[in-house]
């Protein structure tokens, strides 16, 4: 059972960047690592993925081009760089895991961590 812990969240103007980071407690290396985000009133929606296997990274239409998945399975951490912050991507931000997975659905990933709230200030 790997647990997970999102860190870097905080409070940002418009066109700023955050840096997040999900630290695991097991080795992530044959774990598919996604982030997911909530906004209030909305459910929940895919963000990014990197896949175990081949290192494949896919984005939401939404944060394409800004956002950037990295993975450093030395350190069991993954990140997600946000660059070009909008309003509209202010929500709190979970890291999720699913070993051996291939998949963007929150719904097939098994492990959660607790969140990390993003403020984008206009």
């Known amino acids: 059972q790997v647990q997970l812990v999102e860190s870097g969240g905080g409070w940002v103007q418009a066109g700023g960047s955050l840096r997040l980071s999900c630290a695991a407690s097991?080795?992530?290396?044959?774990?598919?690592m996604g982030w997911f985000r909530q906004a209030p009133g909305k459910e929940r929606e895919f963000v990014a993925t990197?896949?175990?296997?081949?290192?494949?990274?896919y984005y939401a239409d939404s944060v394409n081009g800004r956002f950037t998945i990295s993975r450093d399975n030395a350190k069991n951490t993954v990140y997600l760089q946000m660059d070009s912050l909008e309003s509209e991507d202010s929500a709190v931000y979970y890291c999720a895991a699913v070993r051996m997975g291939v998949t963007t659905l929150a719904h097939e990933y098994h492990h959660w961590g607790q969140g990390t709230q993003v403020t984008v200030s206009s």
């Open positions: 097991g080795r992530i290396s044959t774990y598919t």
């Open positions: 990197s896949i175990w296997s081949s290192g494949s990274t």
